[in-house]
């Protein structure tokens, strides 16, 4: 877990909040994911990155907004969610997602609840 | 029914057990890997069989898959109470050229001491 970090671990906060999630991975990886994981559902593709371009966006709703400076850094910045998208948000990366043997490694995720 | 869809949802054996998990898919592939999470945290990439491979080996686990049927298991020799974990198959579709994987909904697997 030590080579893809996300900060907060836990976040709490209201439907009208503004809060960013941040994911850092140190392997030198050239492609980065957001997913998005709730219970009793398989993980969901949120955005995907490579070389800091947006490559997919999983038509995610526009009151999650990622963002990804460079190739180590990708954010995930929220704005007037709803109690639904109360979830566990896993970041990762992994060399370059046009390779054929892309194995994906993931942060350990941030736990957000939507009050 | 969705890509990647593990079997059984639940599985509860004793420590020193084997434990074998499938999966199946539906569209043709390049890879099918499988994860592991333990509650709550990020998963961890298990082990990864290329489509043209039948079977792979990495310490205690096997795995096989099976192109024709579309379907891979997964197999924990002697199983440990530290095992215990969700376990996901994940599959590479040809489609999107390694863009995206696509997870099941996993197996809960409990090793009780």
């Known amino acids: 877990e030590t080579g893809v970090t996300q900060t907060p671990r836990h976040l709490v906060m209201g439907m009208t909040n503004k809060k960013s999630l941040k994911c850092e991975q140190h392997?030198?990886?050239?492609?980065m994911y957001w997913y998005k994981q709730s219970a009793k559902k398989p993980l969901e593709l949120m955005f995907v990155?490579?070389?800091?371009?947006?490559?997919e966006n999983n038509s995610v709703p526009s009151r999650f907004s990622p963002e990804c400076p460079n190739s180590s850094h990708l954010f995930l910045h929220l704005h007037t969610l709803q109690p639904e998208d109360s979830a566990l948000y896993l970041c990762?990366?992994?060399?370059?997602?046009?390779?054929?043997?892309?194995?994906?490694?993931f942060g350990p995720g941030t736990r957000l609840t939507v009050l | 029914s969705q890509q990647g869809e593990e079997d059984p949802q639940a599985l509860s054996i004793q420590e020193g057990e084997n434990a074998t998990m499938n999966c199946s898919y539906k569209?043709?592939?390049?890879?099918l890997q499988w994860y592991r999470q333990n509650s709550g945290r990020g998963l961890v990439h298990l082990i990864l069989?290329?489509?043209?491979?039948r079977e792979k080996h990495s310490g205690r686990l096997r795995v096989t898959l099976d192109t024709s049927k579309k379907s891979s298991s997964l197999l924990i020799t002697a199983s440990r109470a530290a095992d215990t974990a969700s376990y996901f198959c994940?599959?590479?579709?040809?489609?999107?050229?390694?863009?995206?994987?696509?997870f099941g909904e996993g197996t809960q697997l409990t090793v009780n001491p």
């Open positions: 069989i290329r489509s043209n491979e």
């Open positions: 392997l030198g990886h050239n492609a």
């Open positions: 994940a599959t590479d579709p040809q489609e999107t050229s390694g863009s995206r994987l696509t």
């Open positions: 990155y490579s070389l800091e371009e947006r490559v």
């Open positions: 990762a990366s992994s060399r370059y997602p046009g390779l054929t043997y892309n194995e994906q490694f």
């Open positions: 569209t043709s592939i390049n890879n």
